[in-house]
């Protein structure tokens, strides 16, 4: 079992950054795959990126590629999710997911534990 709780969300304008954090109760931080979504107003939630259970393997959504970086310290029993060249459209409520499983997974229904949310609005 844990808990999830994110923050960093915020205003930001195009073309800015923000970092994302998911801070996670619990000893066993390490057993767990770790990802980031998003749904914006009247979408669908979508897979943002997601992270292996000790960090040496990341898989990103194609929308965020090469602005978004997740990364995990299992020390800290935190997930980051560090955001450039923010757009318009990565406007959402970002929430972050943990899962017992091997692999990093993609769909809403392959994580057990979520985070209430952060929100993101980009400004343009």
């Known amino acids: 079992q844990v808990q999830l709780v994110e923050s960093g969300g915020g205003l930001v304008q195009a073309g800015g950054s923000l970092r994302l954090s998911c801070a996670a109760s619990?000893?066993?931080?390490?057993?767990?795959?770790m990802a980031w979504f998003r749904q914006a107003p009247g979408k669908e939630r979508k897979f943002v990126a997601g992270?292996?259970?000790?960090?040496?393997?990341?898989y990103y959504a194609d929308f965020v590629k090469g602005r978004f970086t997740i990364s995990r310290d299992n020390v800290k029993n935190t997930v980051y999710l560090h955001m450039t060249s923010l757009k318009s459209e990565d406007t959402a409520v970002y929430y972050c997911?943990?899962?017992?499983?091997?692999?990093?997974?993609?769909?809403?229904?392959?994580?057990?534990?979520w985070g209430q949310g952060t929100q993101v609005t980009v400004s343009s």
């Open positions: 997911a943990a899962d017992l499983r091997l692999d990093i997974a993609t769909r809403n229904n392959e994580y057990d534990y």
């Open positions: 619990g000893r066993t931080f390490s057993s767990y795959v």
């Open positions: 992270i292996s259970l000790s960090g040496a393997r990341t």
